[in-house]
C-alpha cells in the first residue's frame, strides 16, 4: 500500500508510533504536572484526589451513586453487605442533560435532581462521578476545571458541583442527604479493581483507564507530590487523576490539526481526539475526505468522499469489523461487485487510525504504570482496571493495547500488569469512593 503510505507520510500521520517513545513524552508531562509549577510546566493537571485505597471495603452501608458521562446520566443504589459483598440494588439511565442544548448551572442540578426522584432519601451520602476534569477538594467537594466532550455548560466552573446538586435537592425538599463526595470516572474504574482481587491474587498497585467517549487515565503516587508540599499530603501515597486526553506532547497529524480547527476546545485534549470515540469517526472521515481531495481513490469515489458526511466511531468500528465489502457503510460510493481498490484503500486508512488510537492508549497505560514504580514480581502484579466503550467494543482496540502493553513493560521493562474489565466497574468504584479515606 505505498499509495496509502506516501499519503500518511504527506500528512505527517504516524500510525505506528513507538510506543516506549510515546510513553516516554506522556511520563515526562506527567512529572512536571506534581511540580511546584505544574500550571505551566504540563498539558496534564495531574489532580490530586487527597485519598489512597482502603484496606478493606466497607459493610452494611448504603450510598446513592451518580455517573454523569459524556453521552448517558446513570444513577443508583449501591448496598454494601455485612460481608463487604456490593450489590446494586437499583439502577436507571438518561440522557446527559446539556448535550443537546446549552443550560444554566441551576437547571442542569434540577435535571439531576429529577432524573433521582427515585431514589429519594435512600441514603445519607451521594457518590457523583463526574466524567470531566475536576478539581477534587480535600472535603470530597469539586469543581469543573474545564468540559470536553462537547457538553453545553458555559457556567459550571463558576460554582461546586456537590453544593450545586445539594441545593437542587433542597429545592426538591430532600431531606436526609447530608453529603456529595465528587470522584472522577476513571478514578472509580481504579477504585472498581479491589473488587478482582482475591486470596489468591493480590496488587501491588492499581490503575485505571476510561477510553470511551473521552479518554483519561489514573494511578496511584507513592513518591512525594512537590505542588503538595505546603499541605499534609505532601508525603501521602494517594490516586492521581492525570487527564491525559488534556496531553499536547504527542506529535499531531494535519487529519489532528483540522479536526482540532473544529472543536469546541481547540487548544485542548489534543490526545482525547486522537483516541477516543468522541472524535475517532470524525478522524477517519477527515482522513478520507483529505485522500479525496489528493485523488488517491478512482474519480467517482473522490468526488463523492470530498462531500461524504461525518461517519460515526461506531459505524468505521463496524465496517472495519465486518469486513464486508459488498454492504456497508461506503457502499454508495465504492463498487460493491468486488473488492475494489477504492475499498481496500478505505479500510486500510480506517484501520491505520483505529491502530494509532490503540497504541497511544496503551502508552498512557503504559506511562502511568511506570510511575507508579510497582509491579515488579508477576505475583504481584499491577492491576490495570479499563472501561469505556471504545476500550470494550472499538475494533481489536483491546487486544491492541493488550499486546503492546505486554511488548512494551513486561517483556522489555519487567513490569508484570493484568488488565481487568467490569461492566459495573464505575457503579462500584464511585459507591466505594464514599468510604475511602
Not at 172 to 189: F, L
Not at 346 to 359: D, G, Q, S, T
Not at 380 to 385: E, G, L, N
Request: hydrophobic share 40%; with cysteine; proline share 3%.
Amino acid at each position: 500500500m505505498k499509495v496509502i503510505d506516501d499519503f500518511f507520510k504527506r500528512n505527517n500521520f504516524d500510525y505506528k508510533i513507538d510506543i516506549e517513545y510515546a510513553s516516554s513524552i506522556l511520563l515526562e508531562d506527567m512529572k512536571k504536572g506534581l511540580e511546584s509549577n505544574f500550571e505551566t510546566a504540563s498539558s496534564m493537571d495531574m489532580i490530586p484526589l487527597w485519598k489512597n485505597l482502603p484496606d478493606s471495603v466497607p459493610k452494611d452501608k448504603k450510598v446513592i451513586i451518580i455517573d454523569a458521562g459524556g453521552t448517558n446520566f446513570r444513577a443508583g443504589l449501591v448496598y454494601f453487605d455485612k460481608k463487604g459483598v456490593p450489590e446494586i440494588i437499583s439502577f436507571f439511565k438518561h440522557p446527559m442533560p446539556a448535550i443537546d442544548r446549552e443550560m444554566t448551572n441551576e437547571e442542569f442540578f434540577d435535571s439531576i435532581a429529577e432524573y433521582l426522584e427515585p431514589l429519594r432519601d435512600e441514603a445519607e451520602v451521594i457518590s457523583f462521578c463526574f466524567s470531566y476534569a475536576v478539581k477534587i477538594f480535600p472535603d470530597g467537594g469539586g469543581q469543573a476545571i474545564k468540559l470536553s466532550k462537547e457538553i453545553k455548560l458555559p457556567h459550571i466552573a463558576d460554582c461546586k458541583i456537590n453544593e450545586g446538586l445539594l441545593q437542587a435537592l433542597s429545592r426538591k425538599n430532600w431531606t436526609r442527604v447530608k453529603k456529595v463526595i465528587m470522584v472522577n470516572d476513571t478514578a472509580a474504574v481504579l477504585q472498581s479493581g479491589i473488587f478482582s482481587e482475591t486470596n489468591e491474587q493480590r496488587f501491588d498497585s492499581h490503575v485505571g483507564i476510561v477510553l470511551g467517549t473521552g479518554l483519561n487515565s489514573a494511578y496511584i503516587e507513592y513518591d512525594k507530590i512537590e505542588k503538595l508540599k505546603d499541605t499534609e499530603f505532601y508525603n501521602k501515597p494517594q490516586i492521581i487523576v492525570c487527564e491525559s486526553g488534556k496531553s499536547n506532547k504527542i506529535p499531531q497529524s494535519k487529519f489532528d490539526k483540522n479536526l482540532s480547527e473544529n472543536s469546541n476546545l481547540k487548544n485542548e485534549y489534543f490526545l482525547e481526539r486522537m483516541c477516543s470515540g468522541r472524535y475517532l469517526g470524525e478522524l477517519c472521515s477527515i482522513a478520507l475526505r483529505t485522500g479525496a481531495a489528493e485523488g488517491i481513490f478512482s474519480p467517482r469515489a473522490n468526488k463523492m468522499l470530498l462531500n461524504s458526511r461525518n461517519f460515526s466511531s461506531e459505524e468505521i468500528s463496524l465496517f472495519l469489523k465486518e469486513q464486508n465489502h459488498k454492504k456497508n457503510i461506503f457502499s454508495d460510493i465504492i463498487d460493491s461487485g468486488a473488492v475494489s481498490a477504492d475499498y481496500v484503500k478505505i479500510y486500510f486508512i480506517c484501520k491505520c487510525v483505529f491502530e494509532r488510537a490503540a497504541r497511544l492508549s496503551a502508552a498512557v497505560i503504559g506511562a502511568a504504570c511506570i510511575k507508579t514504580g510497582k509491579g515488579k514480581s508477576p505475583d504481584r502484579p499491577i492491576c490495570v482496571s479499563a472501561d469505556g466503550s471504545m476500550f470494550l467494543k472499538g475494533f481489536l482496540i483491546k487486544e491492541r493495547i493488550f499486546k503492546s502493553l505486554h511488548t512494551c513493560l513486561t517483556e522489555k521493562k519487567g513490569i508484570y500488569f493484568v488488565l481487568k474489565t467490569n461492566d459495573d466497574a464505575v457503579t462500584l468504584g464511585t459507591a466505594l469512593a464514599a468510604f475511602l479515606n
